[in-house]
């Protein structure tokens, strides 16, 4: 279904071809984000990745996006905890057009010094408007809690010291170490012709010998007891984030934890929106998610809550994932959670973008890729005593980390710890 080519130079090419559709995507992705970084140099791949957008030998910035958006496509980027990628989406007949592009960047950024200065300033800005969003400043609290003093607890924007601190010797220096063919998948979907794009690759990127992998530190988990961060800020609703270690990205009980994210928290049929937000009107945004990563993971529910009421919530939402941990799920919610998951995965394969993530992220991070007919295979295999055994693996009390950030004092901090037990 899927055609990959690994080139002598340890370069992987993976696409799918949609002929039906008017668009094609395209990403190269780079296995190196932040959990690869350390405390010195954190963020300088977000900071990178800013700096591929700003020329390359071939093109200015401006013809960069004008290239691009010229014939209607657009132009993005993002950096993860363990995957930098560069990204087009661009009408078919540009496919060519876009993979010049897309590689001249990754390949022959100019990383111009004046304007290295002038994007320190503008990622400098974006970290302290980052922490003015309490909605997103509290996940990186809870981070702090689940994975302390390690790269995966830390921003993964950077700290105002560590970006200020960055020179355009430490960008080359990285960029020389971690951007090798080796450590490089390029991921294509929709309308395109696969042997006119793998001549286009061959005659676009180098043929030498890229550098071995690259791997970065374990992840430490665990201290045994319930973590409890506040932070005090003068806010209209108390931001929450209830998080607890999970599950690797290719763990055999992933789809389980799919389901019950789902159960508890995916869409507006789950339990914690209908027994938080629509029975008690404790708050105006309640919902889980789900990190993958090579050997960790979390599970986090997040809300945002009426000030005087946040030890209710809490309560409430306790309870329910002790219900889940305890109890089997009944066979219509299960049934529908099921094809929910399997519906809206369906879905979003149907946009080309979408399916050039879907197939370049598991080659870059575990070397495979999924069909979709697969996925909905392993989906249904999945039990009601699956979900259950997942919920009771992972929400322990001792795996408990709560992070909230609104108009809190000490006295508060005592409630909370106390309503802490699952």
């Known amino acids: 279904m899927y055609k990959k080519t690994v080139f002598d130079n340890g370069l992987r090419v993976i696409n799918y071809d949609m002929p039906n559709r008017q668009s094609v995507a395209l990403g190269i992705w780079i296995r190196v984000g932040g959990r690869y970084e350390t405390?010195?140099?954190?963020g300088i791949s977000h900071f990178l990745e800013h700096m591929l957008f700003k020329g390359t030998r071939k093109y200015s910035c401006r013809q960069l996006k004008e290239t691009i958006e010229g014939v209607g496509g657009s132009l993005n980027g993002f950096t993860s905890e363990e995957l930098t990628c560069y990204l087009v989406k661009i009408p078919a007949a540009y496919l060519r057009l876009a993979l010049d592009v897309l590689s001249d960047m990754v390949l022959n950024p100019t990383l111009p010094s004046k304007e290295i200065e002038k994007e320190k300033q503008v990622i400098l800005e974006e970290i302290k408007m980052h922490k003015d969003l309490p909605q997103s400043y509290c996940l990186d609290?809870?981070?702090?809690l689940l994975w302390p003093d390690q790269p995966l607890g830390e921003p993964i924007i950077g700290t105002l010291d560590s970006v200020s601190g960055i020179t355009k010797r430490d960008l080359c220096l990285f960029k020389e170490k971690f951007y090798t063919p080796a450590n490089i998948v390029i991921s294509a979907a929709g309308a395109l012709d696969f042997n006119k794009f793998i001549k286009g690759v061959k005659k676009t990127f180098p043929r030498h010998k890229g550098k071995v992998k690259f791997e970065c530190l374990p992840a430490k988990e665990g201290r045994g007891a319930p973590q409890l961060k506040?932070?005090?800020?003068?806010?209209?609703?108390?931001?929450?984030?209830?998080?607890?270690?999970?599950?690797s990205r290719s763990h055999p009980l992933r789809h389980a934890l799919g389901i019950l994210h789902i159960i508890l928290g995916a869409n507006m049929s789950s339990r914690l929106f209908n027994e938080v937000r629509e029975k008690r009107g404790l708050a105006y945004d309640i919902g889980t998610q789900v990190k993958r990563?090579?050997?960790?993971?979390?599970?986090?529910?997040?809300?945002?809550?009426?000030?005087?009421?946040?030890t209710q919530a809490l309560r409430v939402i306790l309870k329910e994932l002790k219900i889940v941990k305890e109890r089997l799920v009944g066979k219509p919610e299960f049934r529908r959670a099921k094809e929910f998951y399997k519906g809206q995965l369906a879905l979003a394969l149907e946009d080309t973008l979408e399916h050039m993530l879907w197939i370049g992220e598991p080659t870059a991070?575990?070397?495979?890729?999924?069909?979709?007919?697969?996925?909905?295979?392993?989906?249904?295999?999945?039990s009601r005593e699956d979900v259950r055994g997942v919920a009771s693996q992972l929400?322990?009390?001792?795996?408990?980390?709560?992070?909230?950030?609104?108009?809190?004092?000490?006295?508060?901090?005592?409630?909370?710890?106390?309503?802490?037990?699952?």
């Open 230 to 247: 506040l932070f005090a800020k003068d806010t209209e609703q108390t931001h929450m984030a209830l998080g607890f270690h999970s599950l």
């Open 39 to 42: 405390k010195e140099f954190k």
């Open 395 to 422: 929400l322990q009390e001792k795996n408990m980390n709560l992070a909230l950030i609104g108009p809190l004092k000490a006295k508060n901090s005592r409630q909370i710890e106390a309503e802490l037990k699952i």
């Open 293 to 310: 990563l090579a050997d960790t993971g979390s599970f986090v529910v997040h809300a945002g809550i009426d000030n005087r009421k946040v």
């Open 141 to 144: 609290l809870l981070d702090e």
């Open 365 to 382: 991070t575990l070397d495979k890729s999924y069909s979709l007919s697969e996925i909905i295979k392993e989906i249904n295999r999945v």
